[in-house]
């Protein structure tokens, strides 16, 4: 079930990021103004977009600027 009709105009994006925030272990940065998607594995991000194609009907980058591995922490 979708949950927002099929036109890009229907839906907030930062409706979606809540979303995909509650939904997936990962962060949103924010860039001159502009979110950009933080994730912990290619795994997580496919499903992400998916999430976001199958739920939404639009495309990753139609919500989130750009995307980005976390870096792993440094150990001391």
């Known amino acids: ?3 927002v009709a099929a ?5 907030e994006q930062d409706y979606v990021i ?3 925030t509650d939904l997936f272990q990962c962060r949103v ?3 001159e103004g502009r979110p950009c ?3 912990d594995s290619q795994e997580e991000l496919n499903r992400i977009s998916e999430y ?10 139609d919500v ?3 995307a ?9």
């Open 1 to 3: 079930m979708k949950i």
């Open 7 to 11: 036109s890009r105009e229907s839906v």
């Open 18 to 20: 809540d979303h995909v």
């Open 29 to 31: 940065l924010w860039c």
């Open 37 to 39: 998607l933080e994730y």
């Open 52 to 61: 976001i194609k199958a739920n939404f009907d639009i495309e990753l980058f």
């Open 64 to 66: 989130f600027f750009t």
């Open 68 to 76: 980005i591995e976390s870096l792993p922490p440094e150990e001391f």
